[in-house]
């Protein structure tokens, strides 16, 4: 498994990361079976130990053992010390902070080998495209804590043995995205991995600047926000190479992991996942399997998506996912107190071609802002409709105004929320 001196410094560097892929990989070579009957087994205990060493889920277990209720981001920013495992070393545990992408942050325990589990995690996921240890990744990333000299990507003098290089993401403009291009060019990374937003207006700029991206590249990996195909696209355009998406989130990383054959697997070697009805979506709730200093247990992640039966073309054990169009996304109401989901606003510029960036915003119960960054203005034709098809869903008449802009501002941690209600 070693590819260079540099990987052998990298896991003599990190033994414990390297110690939880070796344990990954072998879990992956699983049947299905052997895995689904060890996701059950983990379950159960991940379950049992919080009803005996958790407060917050000995307070919601001890009755009712058999029924155990979803976990909802209100409780686990009003819960955050009951959460805690009552025997955690408080002197060795860590605070770390969620991106706050719906502009409700919240804060979460972790420690070293949490850190280290991800980081394996994250490395299989990339193992998934062809990446093997040791070659280069260069990541674009908006989480300030992340980018920060000791942060999940920060920039060190371990990067060099990582073969890892990160970029503050949260803002761009055209002479950043031309530096960015020209570091690509020159670094040469095997893969790119960052934000949907970031990399899709990356490759608009390449794309329009007929810049050649460095053959070393194998694919880009998309997370933290909701890929669509046009993106994916215009990434596949631009950098000459397949894009994948990853799914996860900070408190519970490595959800989901889309391999080469177009499959998005679920590790259920680490996670269970259920789709579940909720207000006529199905929304994903997770449980982390591994996770015991703070456990994550039928955890509402305010996303969108399903299962899926059968297998992938890749032999892979684990399931296969879908998602949704609502990762992070805020739920817009109306006067007559329905919610309308974010994946009714995601869809309805579908074929506006002209269209680099959207965002909805509610603000007020009869009128909704629509930001645009466009090539071009919508037709009236294009408007009217919209606002019609928007006042019939909510079922009252509604004002649409848009506005275009250079740049829609993002959130603190770099992303971009697609629709934001009114809170």
């Given at each position: 498994?070693?590819?260079?001196?540099?990987?052998?410094?990298?896991?003599?560097?990190y033994p414990?990361?390297y110690a939880?892929?070796d344990?990954l990989l072998?879990?992956?070579?699983?049947?299905?079976?052997?895995?689904l009957r060890k996701?059950?087994a983990?379950f159960?205990d991940?379950?049992a130990?919080?009803?005996?060493?958790?407060?917050y889920y000995?307070?919601?277990?001890?009755?009712?053992?058999?029924v155990i209720?979803?976990?909802?981001k209100?409780?686990?920013?009003?819960?955050?010390?009951?959460?805690l495992?009552?025997?955690a070393?408080r002197?060795?545990?860590?605070i770390?902070h969620t991106g706050?992408?719906?502009?409700?942050?919240l804060?979460?325990?972790?420690?070293e080998a949490?850190?280290?589990l991800?980081?394996a995690g994250?490395m299989?996921g990339?193992?998934?495209s062809?990446w093997?240890?040791g070659?280069k990744?260069l990541?674009f990333?908006?989480?300030?804590q992340?980018?920060a000299?000791?942060g999940v990507?920060g920039?060190?003098w371990?990067?060099?043995?990582a073969?890892?290089?990160?970029?503050?993401?949260?803002?761009?403009s055209?002479?950043?995205?031309?530096?960015?291009?020209r570091f690509?060019?020159?670094?040469?990374?095997?893969?790119l991995y960052?934000?949907a937003?970031?990399?899709?207006?990356l490759?608009?700029f390449?794309?329009?600047?007929?810049m050649?991206?460095?053959g070393s590249?194998?694919?880009v990996?998309?997370?933290?926000e909701v890929?669509t195909?046009a993106?994916r696209?215009?990434m596949q355009?631009?950098?000459?190479c397949?894009?994948f998406?990853q799914?996860?989130?900070?408190?519970?990383?490595?959800?989901?992991?889309?391999?080469r054959?177009?499959?998005m697997h679920?590790?259920?070697?680490?996670v269970?996942?259920?789709?579940?009805?909720?207000e006529?979506?199905?929304?994903?709730?997770?449980t982390?399997l591994t996770?015991r200093?703070m456990p994550f247990?039928r955890?509402?992640?305010?996303?969108?998506?399903?299962?899926l039966?059968g297998?992938?073309?890749?032999?892979?054990?684990?399931?296969?996912m879908?998602?949704?169009?609502?990762r992070?996304?805020?739920?817009?109401r109306?006067?007559?107190?329905?919610?309308?989901?974010?994946?009714f606003?995601?869809h309805?510029?579908d074929?506006?071609?002209q269209?680099?960036q959207f965002q909805?915003?509610?603000?007020?119960?009869d009128?909704?802002?629509l930001?645009?960054?466009a090539?071009e203005?919508?037709?009236?034709?294009t408007?009217?409709?919209l606002a019609e098809?928007?006042s019939?869903?909510m079922?009252?008449?509604?004002?649409l105004e848009?506005n275009?802009?250079?740049?829609i501002?993002?959130t603190v941690?770099?992303k971009h929320?697609f629709v934001?209600?009114?809170?």
């Amino acid at each position: 498994m070693f590819s260079s001196p540099r990987h052998w410094l990298h896991r003599q560097r990190y033994p414990l990361r390297y110690a939880q892929l070796d344990l990954l990989l072998r879990n992956q070579a699983l049947s299905r079976d052997e895995l689904l009957r060890k996701q059950r087994a983990d379950f159960a205990d991940i379950v049992a130990f919080a009803a005996a060493h958790v407060p917050y889920y000995a307070e919601r277990l001890g009755r009712h053992p058999d029924v155990i209720p979803l976990l909802e981001k209100d409780a686990v920013r009003e819960r955050l010390d009951d959460l805690l495992m009552r025997a955690a070393d408080r002197s060795k545990v860590k605070i770390g902070h969620t991106g706050g992408s719906t502009g409700k942050p919240l804060a979460f325990w972790y420690d070293e080998a949490k850190h280290e589990l991800m980081r394996a995690g994250m490395m299989r996921g990339f193992m998934m495209s062809g990446w093997r240890p040791g070659q280069k990744v260069l990541n674009f990333w908006g989480a300030r804590q992340d980018v920060a000299a000791g942060g999940v990507f920060g920039s060190n003098w371990s990067d060099l043995i990582a073969a890892e290089k990160t970029i503050g993401a949260t803002e761009f403009s055209e002479v950043k995205l031309h530096e960015w291009a020209r570091f690509i060019q020159r670094y040469r990374p095997v893969l790119l991995y960052g934000y949907a937003s970031a990399m899709s207006e990356l490759a608009r700029f390449i794309v329009a600047g007929k810049m050649e991206m460095p053959g070393s590249l194998i694919g880009v990996y998309s997370t933290a926000e909701v890929l669509t195909e046009a993106q994916r696209d215009l990434m596949q355009r631009a950098f000459g190479c397949k894009v994948f998406n990853q799914y996860g989130c900070r408190e519970v990383p490595n959800i989901a992991w889309e391999c080469r054959h177009g499959g998005m697997h679920v590790f259920a070697d680490q996670v269970y996942l259920e789709s579940v009805p909720i207000e006529g979506e199905d929304a994903l709730i997770v449980t982390s399997l591994t996770n015991r200093l703070m456990p994550f247990i039928r955890y509402n992640l305010g996303d969108s998506g399903r299962l899926l039966d059968g297998e992938c073309a890749c032999g892979s054990p684990f399931p296969l996912m879908e998602m949704g169009l609502c990762r992070h996304n805020d739920l817009i109401r109306t006067r007559a107190g329905k919610s309308i989901h974010p994946g009714f606003f995601n869809h309805l510029l579908d074929g506006q071609v002209q269209v680099r960036q959207f965002q909805w915003v509610q603000r007020d119960m009869d009128r909704i802002a629509l930001n645009l960054v466009a090539a071009e203005p919508l037709s009236a034709a294009t408007q009217a409709a919209l606002a019609e098809k928007i006042s019939r869903k909510m079922e009252d008449a509604v004002t649409l105004e848009v506005n275009y802009l250079d740049e829609i501002p993002r959130t603190v941690s770099g992303k971009h929320r697609f629709v934001i209600g009114l809170g």
